[in-house]
């Protein structure tokens, strides 16, 4: 049982902690659909340089990705001990982005989605690399993001934003399609022109390459103006915010969410792992279920309902999705070469096999069909639950970071 200074201390580590990266998490969201408003802190402004206010906030702007095959988001958390929350916002919302992300209008391009995962600042990482670590390149496995994610600490160090910038650049396998949508969002609290790599320098390279640049300073609009976080925006067209932290975020449970897990327990119950890491991979998708029911019913619940999106492939171990991007004529050819790593299966013929794969397809398109109508009631549900709190709310720092990404997105779309 702890006592009471340190219940009180951890509850002012979970208030700084749920204001950080809603930032950070939802620039990922670019929803077709209204935002979920799952959480909500009226003590949260985004400020712009235009406009040292907040931003008129209509969430109900539309995604367009039509032309765009990739969206490629690179974030660079600051892990120095001043960033503990900014951490556990991150694996708090990480769920919540990529879902809305993945939400774009019914019949624009499923863009793929990859993520890259870099880390700065942190005084347990080489100072000849300039305090910086890429955790992971850009990938479309998110259950690996969310794993590295919960693997992050924070300790003190060096804050070298131009650094970590400049080779992230350099190290990921940016699109070189001026079409795609390239962006980096760095969050921070420190200098911008801090280290041996001038920001600008960086910020010109980025935009060569055609990768926006969106910061985050975590602290007052004046001394993030003051520190360059504007100017590392503004070299890229890309958006300047801040966070002030203050209320706990508002999570909502709803009457469907029992049944939503139920769903998400049959629908890891259709993976058929193979290859060498197949277990592995397996087991960290339950692993970071838990890890997202760690944070609540509500982080749990928007998990799910990614798992429920095209963008929630796994054919690199799950021998499914694999055969549902092979060709008719190849697959068994393929199924005769795959190593089953479930010894219940093994003896099966190649024909059998892919009979039982196309089973568990039919009933995992069923789920997903499921999940996905439920997530509209839910988001129903919590509408009608906030229009009962009988107050006026302001829109949170995830709303309005997702409107800034959404125009960024279908700006690029309608240039095709």
């Known amino acids: 049982m702890l006592d009471d200074r340190n ?21 990922f969201a670019f929803s077709a659909y209204a935002i979920y408003k799952y959480n909500a802190n009226p003590n949260i ?21 039509e032309g765009i095959d990739k ?6 958390l600051d892990t120095s001990n001043s960033m503990d929350g900014l951490i556990e916002q991150a694996k708090s919302q990480l769920w919540k982005m990529v879902n809305e992300l993945a939400s774009a209008e019914q019949d624009a391009t499923d863009s793929d989605i990859e993520i890259a995962l870099y880390q700065y600042g942190n005084s347990k990482l080489s100072a000849g690399n300039g305090y910086i670590e890429q955790i992971i390149p850009l990938t479309s496995d998110m259950d690996l993001i969310s794993e590295k994610l919960f693997e992050l600490s ?3 160090g060096e804050e070298y934003c131009g650094v970590v910038i400049d080779q992230s650049l350099l190290d990921l396998d940016w699109s070189d399609s001026d079409k795609d949508y390239k962006a980096i969002l ?3 609290n420190e200098a911008f022109d801090q280290g041996p790599v001038s920001f600008k320098q960086a910020c010109k390279k980025a935009k060569n390459k055609n990768v926006v640049i969106n910061t985050i300073f975590c602290g007052n609009y004046e001394r993030g103006v003051n520190l360059n976080w504007e100017a590392g925006a503004n070299a890229t067209s890309g958006q300047y915010m801040v966070i002030n932290m203050g209320d ?3 999570h909502y449970t709803t009457p469907y969410d029992d049944r939503i897990r139920e769903l998400n327990s049959a629908l890891n119950n259709t993976y058929i792992p193979y290859g060498a890491d197949g277990y592995n991979k397996f087991n960290n998708q339950s ?8 944070y609540g019913k509500g982080n749990s619940r928007t998990r799910s309902f990614f798992k429920s999106k095209k963008q929630y492939k796994n054919q690199d171990w799950d021998l499914v999705d694999k055969i549902k991007e092979a060709p008719e004529p190849k697959q068994m050819e393929l199924l005769s070469e795959i190593a089953i790593t479930d010894p219940k299966l093994q003896s099966m013929s190649a024909e059998e096999l892919k009979n039982y794969a196309l089973e568990k397809a039919e009933s995992r398109e069923k789920i997903k069909k499921e999940l ?11 509408k009608k639950e906030k229009e009962k709190l009988a107050k006026e709310e302001t829109e949170t720092m995830d709303h309005k970071v997702i409107k800034t990404i959404k125009k960024q997105i279908n700006k690029k779309s309608k240039t095709k």
């Not at 996905?372 to 919590?382: C, F, H, Q």
């Open 186 to 188: 760095i969050a921070g």
């Open 71 to 76: 969206i490629q988001l690179a974030l660079l």
């Open 45 to 65: 402004q985004l400020l712009t340089d235009s406009d040292k206010g907040t931003i008129n906030t209509e969430s109900n702007e539309v995604l367009h990705t």
């Open 248 to 250: 706990e975020v508002v």
């Open 154 to 156: 924070t300790q003190g």
């Open 287 to 294: 692993m970071q279920d838990a890890n997202a029911n760690s």
């Open 7 to 27: 219940i009180v201390n951890q509850k002012i580590l979970n208030m700084i902690s749920r204001n950080l990266i809603i930032t950070l998490v939802t620039v």
């Open 372 to 382: 996905i109508d439920l997530e509209s009631e839910v988001k129903s549900y919590i």
